[in-house]
């Protein structure tokens, strides 16, 4: 579960900016006095909207990255292969440490019939007292 929190900790702060960071598009600059002198401008309201459009483009654009993200992320058999992974790379390490503490009983039979000739050949090369 260590795994998990950094990647979904990316996820939110990814959502949280591409959210909030978009500052809104227009802010309202309404004048009681000045409102009736004010003429329609047609260029300044189609930047306004195409600003806008480009900002949801781009919203739209992060959240569809970030679902595909998710998805990847909580595939069931990607989920699996990773568990299985994991569990080998433990198992391995768990072996590997043992390796040195422990003796297979194979390994037993070796070492004592390789002690036996050494004996053997220690006492065969002593000369006894008469």
């Known amino acids: 579960m260590s795994g998990l929190h950094p990647v979904r900790s990316l996820l939110v702060a990814l959502f949280v900016v591409s959210v909030l960071g978009f500052g809104s598009p227009v802010v309202a600059q309404v004048d009681g006095n000045d409102a009736e002198n004010d003429v329609f401008d047609a260029n300044e309201t189609e930047s306004t909207i195409d600003a806008i459009r480009y900002q949801l483009w781009g919203i ?9 993200v998710y998805i990847w992320h909580t595939d069931p058999a990607r989920r699996q292969r990773v568990a299985d992974r994991r569990r080998s790379e433990r198992e391995r390490a768990a072996a590997t440490a043992l390796e040195d503490m422990f003796v297979l009983p194979g390994e037993i039979d070796d070492e004592q019939s390789a002690a036996t000739r050494a004996e053997a050949a220690d006492s065969s090369t002593e000369l006894e007292p008469d």
């Open 60 to 68: 739209a654009g992060i959240t569809g990255a970030l679902l595909v």
